[in-house]
């Protein structure tokens, strides 16, 4: 009888248990990681402002070839530019001049 009864147990312990529930706990707590990283990242950066609906700023970010991006946020419309350094080939015309004062600020002057 106590051999049944052994066996009866072990039998309830085994059937109730899902295998699936360890995989799908793994799955949520992989995707809290990602989620912290992604915040990390922002903060690292100083990107939180990316977020904000209000703010309004300009990024000026250098990258290893030697291109510069400037990344313009206003509002929620958010621009980038790239600005490099290779010779351009076509046809078009001159729109004007820009001049950079003492003080850093540039001024358009059009043709």
């Keep these: 009888m106590k051999k ?3 066996r009866e147990k072990a039998y309830k312990r085994t059937s109730l248990e899902d295998p699936l529930s360890g995989v799908a706990n793994l799955f ?5 990681f990602i989620v912290c990283l ?8 100083n990107l939180l402002e990316l977020l904000n609906p209000k703010s ?9 070839p030697g291109e510069i991006e400037i990344i313009t946020k206003k509002g929620v419309e958010i621009k980038a530019q790239k600005i490099t350094n290779k010779t351009l080939f076509g046809e078009g015309k001159k729109l004007g ?8 600020t540039v ?3 059009p043709e």
């Design 56 to 64: 309004e700023f300009t990024l000026v970010k250098k990258t290893p």
């Design 97 to 104: 001049t820009a001049y950079q004062l003492k003080d850093g």
């Design 4 to 6: 049944f009864l052994k």
């Design 38 to 45: 992604i915040i990390a990242l922002f903060t690292a950066y």
């Design 107 to 109: 001024i358009y002057v």
């Design 28 to 32: 949520d707590i992989s995707v809290v």
